[in-house]
């Protein structure tokens, strides 16, 4: 999958799996949070007005008594380092292994070049580079209490990039999360969005 570094789009890997009822627009949802801490912090709240805002798409709204709330809503996020391979131009005139003088030519990646002692040019080539990046990750899950928390939508977003900007990642993956659910089961899909 691309970097999502890209200085104006964001690219993210959307898995979705869901058994969502019908018939349950207007059903009142509640949070639950995470048992890690996460949910006493100012980060967490900032996201989960994000994923409040874009919680409309399922049909549900939230409680005010989150003990009779049909639904309960739970996320997890993260970043994790990680190391990619991306391919990098190269100039062939500049890399000694591309290409290397014989009698009639140039021989390189890409064929022979040139005459009899002449020189090919082909333009630059693509060759693999390792780098550092980052895993940034979204997941929703939301349970149905009256089917015994039954687990009805689970949906993961994640994004590979050169930061760990989640501020700025965090409103992409969750809207790449809501955007036409609930999706199929068992859906992988790619989705690019514009940042500027």
């Known amino acids: 999958m691309l970097l999502s570094g890209c200085a104006s789009t964001l690219s993210a890997r959307v898995t979705t799996f869901q058994q969502w009822p019908a018939g349950v627009e ?39 008594d989150p003990k009779s709330a049909r ?59 390792n780098m ?12 149905d209490t009256t089917r015994n928390n039954a687990e009805v939508y689970r949906a993961s977003a994640m994004s590979l990039g050169r930061s760990d900007d989640m501020v700025r990642l965090m409103p992409y993956l969750v809207r790449a999360i809501f955007d036409d659910f609930p999706q199929n089961n068992g859906q992988q899909r790619e989705v690019r969005y514009r940042t500027d």
Request: charge should be neutral; aromatic fraction near 20%; charged fraction near 20%.
């Open 132 to 143: 550092e990046a980052w895993r940034n990750t979204l997941t929703v899950e939301i349970r």
């Open 26 to 64: 207007g059903q009142s949802y509640r949070f639950d949070t995470p048992a890690n801490g996460l949910g006493e912090s100012l980060e967490y709240q900032t996201y989960r007005d994000m994923v409040r805002a874009a919680i409309g798409a399922t049909g549900l709204v939230e409680g005010q």
């Open 71 to 129: 639904f309960a809503v739970r996320f997890t996020y993260g970043s994790e380092r990680t190391q990619v391979t991306v391919a990098e131009p190269r100039d062939p005139f500049f890399d000694p292994y591309f290409a290397y003088p014989g009698g009639y030519g140039y021989y390189g990646r890409r064929g022979w070049g040139g005459g009899w002692g002449g020189v090919g040019y082909y333009g630059p080539h693509w060759a693999p580079v």
